[in-house]
């Protein structure tokens, strides 16, 4: 019964403030086809392991993000997966999984629970559900998670802070979940990577076969 409430809800928000593209304002999608596959190439892409969809130098993306992230606009998750998804398609990536897809598993950053409160989602998962959909891929949510409250990264100038700051901030709740598993790690922004290498040494060290980072934006 409260689904079906929130979705007349929906419906009629919708027709009060109708939905439009983010960027080229074409109604009915916060994110139309045209405009994801305007989006510029990342500035780089395949560092270490870590692939980013696209570059956050670009204004709409960083709009994207933030709605996002700090406003509640959840229904950027699905358009932002589906980024992702084009992005490793058309690089190729996704074949290296193709093969063998039982043993591939997606976790999203987890966010510490303080900071799940304040949000009351976390932007990852969200990103990650869409991602699982798309590739046939299981995700599982509660394996890696975020048991020291660090300060945010983008409050964070220097490196080496950066890397200080994350240090022992990720755990492993299910190590035989991840056992010989291929992860694919998932994140909204990629600065300097520090955030998902410190999450991919947490889940190596944990027994996982492989483990590749991608995000939204670098």
């Not at 692939?51 to 709605?67: C, G, N, P, Q």
């Not at 409160?117 to 869409?130: A, K």
């Not at 699982?132 to 048991?147: C, F, G, N, P, W």
Request: hydrophobic fraction near 45%; glycine fraction near 6%.
């Amino acid at each position: 019964m409260a689904e079906k409430l929130i979705h007349i809800f929906k419906e009629l928000l919708n027709l009060v403030c109708p939905q439009k593209c983010i960027d080229c304002g074409v109604p009915n999608v916060i994110l139309c086809d045209k405009c994801l596959d305007s989006f510029p190439p990342p500035p780089f892409f395949g560092k270490q392991g870590i692939f980013a969809a696209t570059s956050y130098d670009d204004e709409i993306v960083r709009k994207a993000i933030r709605l996002f992230k700090y406003r509640g606009v959840k229904t950027l998750a699905a358009p932002l997966a589906e980024l992702i998804r084009r992005s490793l398609d058309k690089a190729r990536l996704f074949s290296i999984f193709e093969r063998s897809l039982a043993s591939v598993v997606i976790i999203p950053i987890p966010l510490s629970p303080k900071r799940l409160r304040q949000r009351g989602y976390n932007q990852s998962e969200l990103i990650g559900h869409f991602l699982s959909d798309r590739l046939s891929v299981r995700m599982e949510a509660d394996i890696l998670i975020k048991i020291k409250d660090t300060p945010s990264q983008v409050e964070i100038k220097d490196r080496k802070e950066r890397l200080k700051n994350l240090q022992g901030a990720f755990a492993v709740k299910n190590p035989e979940a991840i056992k010989d598993k291929i992860v694919i790690l998932v994140d909204d922004i990629i600065t300097t990577g520090a955030t998902l290498n410190e999450a991919k040494k947490v889940l190596k060290q944990s027994g996982a076969k492989k483990v590749f980072g991608v995000a939204v934006a670098g």
